[in-house]
């Protein structure tokens, strides 16, 4: 063997380095394909177990290409390719001290892979596992309810789940190690000398090295040293060249293991979610069913003698050094959430500051010195809201930063203890913004508290130590593992809840309380005289908190106090809130219906415009308060929705009376993302109950469609034809459009709900659409000769027309009949198949009406819209202008000082046009000279012969119906 060594060392002219590289480039294959070497290609075995390919079947741990003896193999070869680096000489060198580093970069690379399938693994049978927990959990409580053995067990989840968030948060993170996964994979794409050509590129090489060429030329003279040096290069291109080969097999296996990590971020990924989903059922199905399960002792007198102790574990600095620790930990983990974190707070902060100062500058009429009072309310609410909210709201943000991302022991403590003081923020800071000097009850509402003052400072004082006590107890119930969570945190608890009992006390005591005032003004006499009711609610809710609590179910009285305290915020942010609801509709109410408000003063302020009240201005309020009075029973639906919705958890019998009607399943097309970064979706069948409550609302959702298509009508005059002209025509066209997509709206939102989808009534409506075209085809034909009437036009309002034998003035036309009305005062209703069908006369609207028209200039003060519709409103009240056709009022043109208005009235043929027409101007003039709307210069009437007549008739038909009063 030794012989053949040297012979094939003699006659391939391969110098010992040389050797050694095509040895270890056999090793590298040889491991890393797992094939035997071939004893024909290469006289060498390597002294570490190789396996053959069969092996691959085998599990991850010990059997894959990623095994630990590949692993040290490879790090072996990074060592060797070391040693041949320092033996050698560039580029020779520079090539193995890459190549040894692709080496350990692969062995790093299957370590993080083994990892990584270890993880996958126990997440998948956590995953498992907790599915099938959940639906024996399901199936236990539907068939036995909820037993105490039940709600232990629940309570054991519970602490299960939260240690294996904790756990789950310290593991990869699957986006960003995806991210340096692609990063690294895109630095192996980008290396030139890659060895896919090792000839070309070994020559490559050699002629970017000046001191081989060098060499060279200075022995070109001494044939014997020139051979040496021309053998020296040609053994160290050979050298390169099976560098370069073996490089490419490193890179290689690197791309692929690159490829198959990420495959593997990628399935992780998918199972973190669904976990995170089946967490989160899990956690509402616990947070549902243990809210009545004790979760502790009774008080005991030796919690009261451990006090020493939990007082020593507050002031402990090694907790406070394993929080620092922690959160060192979880800011170098994602420094870029931190941040983010730390400018949201600033800009809360600086949100908070501007707007309590414009809020106290409000009060003090030093912003808004010219605005109305209502703006100035209505600016004074929203503050309110704003600052009394920003403080809550930095500590539930900072609750967010450390629930997510790396969660360890301490700082899942902290959160629960960061949102519990935000919790007892928000019910402290609404009433001491509202109650604040220069603020909203101060200065904007009619009331008098004779202890606002000491009231705020005494809420400052008694908030501030709330918070800083509820942080503290909540952190010591998971200091030690909840050691002292029955002496110290429930100690601290009942004391607390004592000073909110004696709060309350002191705010709606019958007789001397600062709310009193507030009470017997806004709360009604039927509520003043039963105010000792909230009284004994407000001071027996602390008592029973602390019931509770002593008796063990401190989890209980949590949750309680959390909904109580959602429950008293969101109603006070609602009372803040409505009055300026209440100005905002009106505005928009007032600008959408009515002339724009003029503002007047006197010595003593403003004077409130009176409200001048018109046939259609009458019309308007009464639909505005039908529309209040829709939006104040939707607003109360929706508030005991919300209360019912938070509240449930606390009666879990009551949800025996929201039983399943039954089950729809829909297909869902979920997304989710592969290993390249591309988006996947597949189809996911999921079940929906459908429950009695479902049923309600879609009850009521028909019952609001069907209301609001009611008043449609009343809305489309009072938003549309008050600045758009329509004849009668194509707004009965309009409404019965707007008619059928409100109801339409309504039953796809009720189908919705109860669980009626498009593929299980398909066939249902296709063969309803068959039946009803051969059973109602004269209703089509008139439908669709209606739709020809509509657009075509072939008659107009006020037309006098022949359909047929029946000759008379269209009076009505609707989307199915056309009415006309005869010269004998009777309507004839008449198909609209019979416009398309039969011969239709049209006569011109020859007929028996005479066209008033007037113009007048009035001032620039007032819109154009808003004047018209006051000359409108007058014309109509002119006991023989006719409604139909309706009077019109139009902006003719507009100058520098005045613009011009032309009124068009109608009435009947007999009259005195010319005697009437002056009335009518001089009626109008008077009108406007009283409101000082009338302009100095007045344009000359237009002629009213009879060739302007006719004009005017067929101006009437052009432009449609005008503007009209509401039915």
């Not at 299960?160 to 948060?169: F, K, V, Y």
Request: aromatic share 8%; with cysteine; net charge positive.
């Amino acid at each position: 063997m030794h012989s053949i060594y040297k012979g094939h060392r003699r006659r391939c002219g391969i110098s010992k380095p040389s050797l050694l590289i095509a040895l270890l480039t056999n090793v590298a294959i040889c491991l890393f394909l797992g094939h035997r070497c071939s004893a024909q290609s290469m006289a060498y075995t390597p002294n570490y177990p190789i396996r053959d390919s069969s092996s691959l079947v085998q599990p991850i741990e010990d059997r894959s290409v990623y095994r630990l003896a590949n692993i040290e193999s490879a790090r072996h070869s990074a060592t060797q390719f070391r040693s041949l680096a320092r033996q050698t000489i560039s580029p020779a060198a520079k090539l193995a001290e890459e190549n040894a580093r692709f080496a350990d970069q692969w062995a790093d690379l299957a370590e993080a892979h083994n990892h990584l399938s270890r993880v996958l693994s126990e997440t998948n049978t956590k995953l498992n596992d907790t599915r099938q927990d959940l639906e024996d959990i399901r199936l236990k409580i539907d068939h036995y309810g909820l037993s105490p053995t039940i709600g232990l067990l629940l309570q054991q989840k519970k602490e299960q789940l939260d240690a294996w968030m904790i756990e789950d948060s310290q593991s990869l993170f699957t986006s960003e190690e995806l991210k340096r996964a692609r990063s690294e994979q895109l630095e192996l794409d980008m290396i030139h000398f890659d060895g896919s050509n090792p000839i070309t590129q070994a020559d490559e090489l050699l002629a970017g090295e000046p001191k081989t060429a060098e060499r060279l030329t200075d022995n070109a003279t001494n044939p014997s040293r020139f051979q040496r040096s021309a053998d020296r290069h040609l053994s160290l291109n050979a050298d390169i060249r099976q560098l370069l080969t073996q490089r490419y097999e490193w890179l290689k296996l690197l791309r692929q293991g690159y490829q198959e990590y990420q495959q593997k971020l990628g399935q992780l990924d998918t199972a973190n979610t669904a976990t995170r989903t089946i967490f989160s059922e899990y956690s509402r199905l616990i947070h549902q069913n243990i809210l009545w399960i004790r979760s502790g002792e009774p008080l005991r007198f030796a919690d009261i003698r451990q006090l020493d102790d939990g007082v020593a574990a507050v002031f402990d600095s090694q907790h406070s050094a394993i929080l620092g620790h922690d959160l060192k930990r979880k800011w170098d983990a994602d420094p870029v959430a931190g941040l983010r974190l730390l400018a949201t707070i600033l800009l809360l902060i600086i949100i908070r500051w501007r707007s309590k100062t414009w809020l106290v500058a409000i009060g003090q009429r030093k912003r808004m010195k010219d605005a109305s009072d209502q703006a100035r309310q209505l600016s004074a609410c929203l503050l309110t809201v704003l600052t009394a909210l920003t403080l809550p709201t930095i500590f539930f943000v900072t609750t967010r930063w450390l629930g997510h991302g790396l969660v360890s022991e301490s700082i899942l403590s902290m959160a629960t203890a960061v949102a519990a003081a935000g919790w007892v923020s928000l019910i402290v800071e609404i009433p001491r913004q509202l109650l604040r000097n220069n603020g909203l009850i101060h200065h904007h509402v009619a009331i008098e508290l004779p202890g606002q003052t000491r009231a705020v400072k005494f809420l400052t004082l008694i908030g501030a130590g709330l918070i800083l006590v509820a942080y503290l107890l909540t952190r010591m119930r998971f200091v030690d593992h909840g050691v002292h969570s029955g002496s110290i945190a429930r100690i601290g608890f009942l004391l607390a809840m004592l000073v909110v009992a004696w709060t309350f006390h002191r705010a709606f005591k019958p007789k001397g309380g600062f709310l009193e005032p507030m009470i017997a003004t806004f709360a009604g006499a039927v509520i003043y005289r039963l105010r000792l009711i909230p009284y004994l609610i407000g001071i027996g809710f602390p008592f029973a908190m602390i019931t509770l609590s002593a008796l063990g179910y401190e989890f209980t009285a949590n949750e309680l106090i959390k909904k109580a305290i959602i429950t008293l915020s969101s109603l006070m942010i609602a009372a803040t809130l409505w009055p300026a609801v209440k100005i905002a509709s009106a505005h928009i109410w007032q600008r959408l219906t009515g002339p724009k408000p003029v503002r007047q003063f006197d010595e003593y302020g403003e004077i409130k415009p009176d409200v001048q009240v018109g046939t259609l201005g009458e019309h308007f309020l009464e639909l505005k308060h039908q529309l209040a009075f829709l939006c104040q029973c939707a607003l109360v639906l929706l508030t005991l929705l919300c209360l019912a919705w938070l509240w449930v958890d606390v009666f879990p019998n009551v949800r025996m009376g929201n039983p399943v009607v039954w089950n729809i399943e829909d297909t869902v097309i979920t997304s989710s993302i592969d290993v390249n970064g591309q988006p996947i979706s597949q189809s996911v069948i999921e079940t929906t109950p459908v429950t009695a409550m479902h049923l309600l609302l879609a009850t009521a959702s028909l019952f609001v469609a069907f209301q609001f298509a009611k008043l449609l009508p009343a809305l489309f005059d009072a938003l549309v034809l008050q600045r758009v002209s329509f004849d009668e025509a194509m707004e009965h066209m309009s409404l019965v459009i707007g008619r059928c997509l409100l109801f339409g709206i309504g039953c796809f939102v009720a189908c919705r709900l109860v669980g009626i989808r498009w593929h299980s009534i398909q066939w249902l409506a296709v063969g309803l659409t068959i039946g009803l075209g051969f059973g109602l085809q004269d209703m089509v034909r008139n439908l669709f000769g209606g739709l020809v009437v509509l657009f075509e036009k072939p008659a107009r309002l006020g037309d006098l027309i022949s359909v047929g034998k029946v000759t008379g003035r269209v009076s009505m036309q609707r989307l199915r009949t056309t009415v006309i009305s005869d010269d004998e005062g009777r309507e004839v209703i008449i198909p609209n198949k019979n416009f398309v069908s039969e011969e239709v006369i049209n006569w011109m609207a020859a007929g028996r009406l005479s066209q008033i028209p007037i113009e007048v200039a009035v001032t620039r003060n007032e819109r154009p819209v808003d004047i018209c519709r006051t000359l409108q409103e007058l014309v109509i009240e002119q006991p023989e202008v006719l409604l139909t056709p309706a009077p019109q009022a139009t902006l003719v043109c507009v100058g520098r000082k005045s613009q011009r208005i032309e009124v068009i009235a109608w009435i009947e043929q007999s009259k005195d046009v010319s005697r009437f027409r002056d009335s009518l101007l001089k009626t109008v003039r008077s009108f406007l000279r009283e409101r000082n709307q009338l302009a100095t210069e007045q344009p000359p009437q237009p002629s009213f012969d009879r060739k302007d007549q006719k004009r005017s008739n067929e101006s009437y038909r052009d432009i449609g119906r005008p503007r009209r009063r509401s039915a």
